[in-house]
């Protein structure tokens, strides 16, 4: 009877473990933790009359900085990667915009960005970027004005 | 110990007939005494008090004080030794059953934290419109042979990496 009640009571916390394990490790996974979506908006920044794009005004403070008359939405890819795998985004003029998650460090996600222009690449970053956070990179030309790269990161 | 004011000395006279006074606190309490009919007379009130608490006690309890102690140690025992003779059956059966209802319990309860976690509860979504949104930490900058400009915004700080390009070494203040 005693080894009985013994093992009635291992069994019972055994289940507890089984079921307080599944619950933390639920309640500390946040849905999709390893994927990270990244969003690129290509922007033309120029001094043409063509104004402000309406679709960049949560951009409008930012952009506005940068001292050109005119911003136009180009496109917006978005793309979902996980840890070490890299996203291609194709930009104007055969350029090519390369993403990397690399890892998380706090709040932030561990990012290297490529922009290669032929077999070339004019830019390689490492930068951390909070959730949601955007960084605007720019500069290669593109008919009357420069290329304007926002990228935000969503995880 | 200061005594000598009748509006302070209540907590004396309980602690005083208490036996909790040092010898030289209860000779000052004493010595008020003698020259207090006041205090005198809340005294007696106090005795009076204290042996119709004691009387009463010992009436409930049908022990002679003496046996305070053993009357304490027996109760105890008592509950200790007595965990299921309410429901009519032994303690170890008494137990048995404790667990058997904290299983399902326990289940029942991990249960509903699960239907609250993904069924009530959601994780609410950030405040986009926050400096943290804007929040971005370069480690490193690489642009080969081209100029490279890292800057912040001056309204919301958002990073701004600038590469002059084809050579020309423009930057946005320049245009």
Not at chain 2, 9 to 20: F, H, N, Q, V
Request: glycine share 10%; aromatic share 6%.
């Amino acid at each position: 009877m005693k080894s009985r009640g013994r093992l009635r009571g291992r069994s019972m916390v055994s289940c507890f473990a089984l079921v307080w394990g599944l619950i933390c490790c639920l309640g500390t996974a946040p849905a999709g933790a390893a994927e990270y979506q990244i969003q690129v908006r290509t922007i033309l920044a120029s001094n043409s009359d063509q104004g402000f794009d309406p679709r960049l005004l949560d951009l409008k403070k930012d952009l506005i900085a940068l001292n050109y008359m005119s911003f136009q939405l180009l496109d917006t890819t978005g793309v979902t990667l996980s840890a070490g795998q890299t996203g291609k985004v194709k930009l104007p003029g055969g350029r090519l915009l390369l993403l990397t998650p690399v890892k998380m460090v706090g709040s932030k996600i561990d990012m290297k960005i490529v922009i290669r222009e032929g077999a070339a690449a004019i830019l390689t970053t490492r930068m951390r970027i909070e959730n949601h956070g955007t960084v605007i990179i720019g500069g290669p030309r593109h008919e009357t004005g420069f290329l304007t790269l926002a990228v935000t990161a969503n995880f | 110990m200061k005594i000598g004011k009748c509006t302070s000395m209540g907590r004396w006279l309980s602690a005083y007939l208490d036996g909790e006074l040092s010898g030289r606190q209860s000779a000052r309490v004493e010595a008020h005494l003698a020259s207090c009919a006041h205090c005198r007379g809340e005294l007696v009130g106090l005795q009076k008090t204290q042996a119709l608490i004691r009387e009463g006690f010992l009436a409930t309890a049908g022990e002679p004080a003496r046996d305070l102690e053993a009357l304490i140690g027996a109760v105890r025992k008592g509950i200790a030794a007595g965990v299921g003779e309410e429901t009519g059956l032994p303690a170890r059966t008494a137990r048995r059953w404790g667990l058997r209802a904290l299983v399902p319990a326990v289940v029942a309860a991990a249960a509903l934290v699960l239907v609250f976690r993904f069924a009530v509860y959601r994780t609410p979504e950030p405040v986009i419109e926050t400096l943290v949104k804007h929040e971005c930490i370069v480690d490193s900058v690489d642009g080969g042979d081209r100029t490279v400009l890292l800057f912040k915004t001056h309204n919301s700080r958002m990073t701004v990496i600038w590469v002059s390009g084809n050579g020309e070494r423009r930057s946005p203040e320049e245009v």
